[in-house]
T-cell receptor
Framework: EAQVTQNPRYLITVTGKKLTVTCSQN?????MSWYRQDPGLGLRQIYY???????DKGDVPEGYKVSRKEKRNFPLILESPSPNQTSLYFC?????????????FGPGTRLTVT | GDSVTQMEGPVTLSEEAFLTINCTYT??????LFWYVQYPGEGLQLLLK?????DKGSNKGFEATYRKETTSFHLEKGSVQVSDSAVYFCAPYNNNDMRFGAGTRLTVKP
């Protein structure tokens, strides 16, 4: 089954404690991205990757890091989480960046930073 | 820069009612237009799309027509069901950039 998986689905942590949210896709997609979803703001892109070892900032990259060492994986790293990073996070993948290509989304990771 | 404005929710309808969710965008050039749907506890999934002016995207009884002259892509369904309860996102794609609207929450009551 074609899918994007994320782990963990729920995470409660404290300010400053480094964490990683994993994302994996089994569709051999080149393009992957991370979004955060906040009430009234829709989805905002954090980082994206056009292919292995190629990443770039989205609209709200501050406080986040990513890496793309393998085509299927695109982890999101919060080196020193802060309460304003409390949000619902989605990983997505597609064949190419945008155009007519459908993005496939993971189920989401709800992060709470206290 | 490009932007998208979506009808504010929440929207509550009775089963079999007609649904319209408005979406307008600002963009240079000719974006592709998408509607995504998010069911409770799930990620977004593509509902329908249109890639050029006057195209109509359709899926699961939902329709949206690409109106270049009014820069709109309104989502419609003639008869909603309880299972249509979800959050709907309008998303224009242009110049290697996809923008998502704020989302419209739809609740359909039996």
């Amino acid at each position: 089954e074609a899918q994007v998986t994320q782990n963990p689905r729920y995470l409660i942590t404290v300010t400053g404690k480094k964490l990683t949210v994993t994302c994996s896709q089994n569709m051999n997609h080149e393009y992957m991205s991370w979004y955060r979803q906040d009430p009234g703001l829709g989805l905002r892109q954090i980082y994206y990757s056009m292919n292995v070892e190629v990443t770039d900032k989205g609209d709200v990259p501050e406080g986040y890091k990513v890496s793309r060492k393998e085509k299927r994986n695109f982890p999101l790293i919060l080196e020193s989480p802060s309460p304003n990073q409390t949000s619902l996070y989605f990983c997505a993948s597609s064949w190419k960046r945008g155009g007519t290509h459908e993005q496939y989304f993971g189920p989401g990771t709800r992060l709470t930073v206290t | 820069g490009d932007s998208v404005t979506q009808m504010e929710g929440p929207v509550t309808l009775s089963e079999e009612a007609f649904l319209t969710i408005n979406c307008t965008y600002t963009a240079t050039g000719y974006p592709s237009l998408f509607w995504y749907v998010q069911y409770p506890g799930e990620g977004l999934q593509l509902l329908l799309k249109a890639t050029k002016a006057d195209d109509k995207g359709s899926n699961k009884g939902f329709e949206a027509t690409y109106r270049k002259e009014t820069t709109s892509f309104h989502l419609e369904k003639g008869s909603v069901q309880v299972s249509d309860s979800a959050v709907y996102f309008c998303a224009p794609y242009n110049n290697n950039d996809m923008r998502f609207g704020a989302g419209t929450r739809l609740t359909v009551k039996p």
